[in-house]
């Protein structure tokens, strides 16, 4: 904590030669990229590219094999003594994880709590914030996603891109510096899409750092500072999202657009 | 969809319905069941005849049926087998739990050890398990710790079990916790591995995560088995005469015909008051099943707070003795359900 000063000069997540497989089945080979503060990084590429398996190391919900991994300048999921890596007690993996929200493609939300009780959870369980205090956040939070008016509304009774959003103000309710989104929109109906990038496109207008996976390349075209293509569990191409929209340079890379756009 | 106000109105008339062209309600001769009516008036047809019929049997002691019935030796009975009720499940449910968690732990032998208890537990009868923790002080007078076939450092006498009451206890609770563990593990495993996974990415811990994520939607799925887990108890209660302790409902009614010579009469009266307890319990289960089932309807129902106070207030106004109970009769040595 006391380098404060020193990680505002930190990329956000600084990923080298990551690799990570599940028993004989190598799902990342050797990433590398960075993200810095304020960016907006998507990632896109085929079913079981990885592209998941990635973002869930980021928050340490995937343990990675080889290479290094670290959000600010701090290791995900281990601390360096020496030459040596101890892994991270639950509590301390929990710690890193605060300032790291996550938004997932099939949302998530709590079903037996409603919209407002799903926010303020982990206010209240990990950061010790009063309830009102952390209802008031929230109430705030669905405003600001546009659901102000479905605060006790139970996710059932929600449409999907409302749980999404929900899903969204949940996250946001940690403050957090950096925002993982899986395939946010891929659950829903098309004309339900657009009111979930709306909110997100907001957030990035903001400023918050973002890496998201996703199949919309509109939204990586018009939002996105870069844009990766990962496929077999490797980054193919990385760059502009112009660029690589534009002018892919890999035959998989064109492959791959040529069937998506 | 022009249907006017008074369409309303006239909707419970289908039956005579009157032509109307458009929205009306339709008009058809219902479906017919003879053989519905046939089967039905058959049965109560057999019931009245063995009612008519019992009523003046002398055998059944009518009389001391209602004699007995709040004779207060039974209604103190009836509070001991609550009682062991209670005690049993509270125990056995905690056990349950635990149990539950220790099968999957991701640590072998955590789990082995919860896997041979429920093997050993549910592969013999809680009869004979009874009769076992009934002579236990005598196995083992004394118990000791030390370095075993050495010298004890300390030891106590073996009292627990000299207490037939808590032995009951005992001895249904751990039978019962085999049951529970699986009842809880289904419950647990029913939650989406995505809640686990988004309560973990808002940083809870794993604590958290059980009791405020996990738990609570188990209980959806936990409650109804252990609801019929509860009124099984209830009527299992009646074997402890294998310890032997005979202070319950059943053991108290089988003491007094003893006296009398009159079992009939008692055997009706133990019965009645097990089904008195069993329909109350259906009663609370309902409203406790209504209760965990929230934020799974279609409608946007009972969200207040506690559903309106539970159990106790919600017997009076419903119909109690639902015709499932019907035929369960409580009563022999080795009637209970397993
Ligand atoms: N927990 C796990 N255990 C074993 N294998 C896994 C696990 N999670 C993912 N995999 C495997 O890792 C590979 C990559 O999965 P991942 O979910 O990261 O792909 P993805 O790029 O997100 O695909 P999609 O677009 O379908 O979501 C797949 O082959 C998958 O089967
Ligand atoms: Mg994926």
Redesign the interface.
């Known amino acids: 904590m006391s380098e404060a000063s020193v990680s505002t000069s930190l990329p956000m997540v600084h990923a080298d030669c990551v690799s990570k497989s599940f028993g004989s089945n190598k799902v990342l080979r050797s990433i590398s990229l960075t993200v810095n503060r304020g960016e907006v990084l998507c990632i896109v590429g085929p079913s079981g590219s990885g592209k998941s398996t990635f973002l869930r190391c980021i928050?340490h919900?995937e343990r990675v094999d080889a290479g290094r991994l670290a959000v600010e300048g701090q290791l995900v999921g281990y601390r360096q003594k020496g030459d040596k890596l101890y892994e991270l007690k639950?509590?301390e993996a929990?710690?890193q994880?605060?300032d790291?929200?996550?938004v997932?493609q099939?949302f998530?939300?709590?079903?037996?709590?409603?919209a407002v009780e799903n926010i303020i959870?982990?206010p209240m369980?990990?950061k010790r914030m009063s309830k009102s205090a952390a209802t008031a956040r929230a109430r705030e939070l669905l405003e600001r996603v546009g659901l102000g008016d479905k605060a006790?509304?139970?996710?059932?009774?929600l449409s999907g891109g409302q749980q999404q959003r929900v899903?969204i103000a949940?996250?946001l309710a940690?403050d957090p510096k950096l925002m993982l989104f899986d395939e946010p929109t891929s659950a829903l109906d098309p004309e339900l899409v657009g009111e979930v990038l709306d909110v997100m496109k907001e957030l990035a207008a903001s400023g918050m750092t973002m890496i998201v996976v996703t199949h919309e390349m509109g939204f990586a075209r018009e939002v996105a500072d870069s844009l990766v293509f990962m496929d077999g569990g490797v980054v193919v191409e990385a760059g502009a999202p112009g660029e690589i929209l534009g002018n892919p340079q890999h035959d998989r890379t064109k492959a791959f657009l040529s069937k998506v756009l | 969809m022009s249907t006017p106000a008074e369409h309303h109105q006239s909707a419970p008339q289908i039956a005579q319905g009157t032509e109307h062209a458009q929205g009306a309600a339709i008009k058809a001769i219902p479906l017919r069941h003879p053989w519905r009516v046939i089967i039905a008036v058959v049965l109560v047809a057999f019931i009245a005849i063995f009612v008519a019929d019992a009523s003046q049997r002398a055998d059944y002691g009518w009389a001391d049926v209602g004699k007995y019935i709040f004779d207060k030796r039974i209604s103190q009975a009836a509070l001991i087998t609550l009682e062991l009720t209670v005690y049993s499940m509270v125990i056995a449910i905690v056990l349950g739990l635990l149990l539950a968690i220790m099968r999957l732990s991701p640590n072998p032998v955590v789990k082995g050890i919860a896997w041979l208890y429920l093997w050993l537990f549910r592969g013999t009868p809680v009869y004979v398990q009874l009769v076992f923790w009934g002579i236990v002080s005598l196995i083992y007078p004394v118990l000791t710790i030390g370095i075993p076939f050495g010298t004890p450092w300390v030891s106590i006498p073996n009292d627990v079990f000299h207490n037939l009451f808590v032995t009951a206890i005992i001895g249904l609770a751990l039978n019962e916790a085999a049951y529970m563990s699986e009842i809880v593990r289904a419950g647990l495993l029913s939650v989406d591995e995505g809640q686990e996974e988004a309560s973990r990415a808002l940083a809870m811990s794993w604590g958290q995560t059980m009791r405020y994520v996990v738990v609570p939607q188990a209980m959806k799925i936990i409650i109804p088995p252990t609801g019929n887990e509860v009124i099984s108890m209830l009527k299992t209660t009646s074997l402890v005469a294998a310890i032997p302790l005979s202070i319950d409902l059943y053991g108290v009614s089988r003491g007094i015909s003893a006296v009398t010579f009159t079992p009939v009469p008692l055997l009706i009266v133990a019965s009645l008051w097990y089904l008195l307890f069993t329909s109350v319990l259906m009663v609370g289960q309902h409203f406790i099943e209504k209760r965990f089932s929230r934020g799974t309807g279609r409608r946007k129902a009972d969200k207040e707070p506690d559903g309106g106070g539970g159990t106790t207030t919600a017997v009076a106004g419903t119909p109690l003795g639902a015709p499932t109970l019907g035929g369960q009769l409580t009563g022999t040595d080795f009637g209970g359900k397993r």
């Open positions: 928050n919900l639950p509590k929990a710690f994880r605060r790291i929200g996550m997932f099939r998530n939300l709590f079903p037996h709590l409603t959870q982990a369980r990990v006790d509304y139970y996710p059932a009774h899903a949940r996250a940690m």
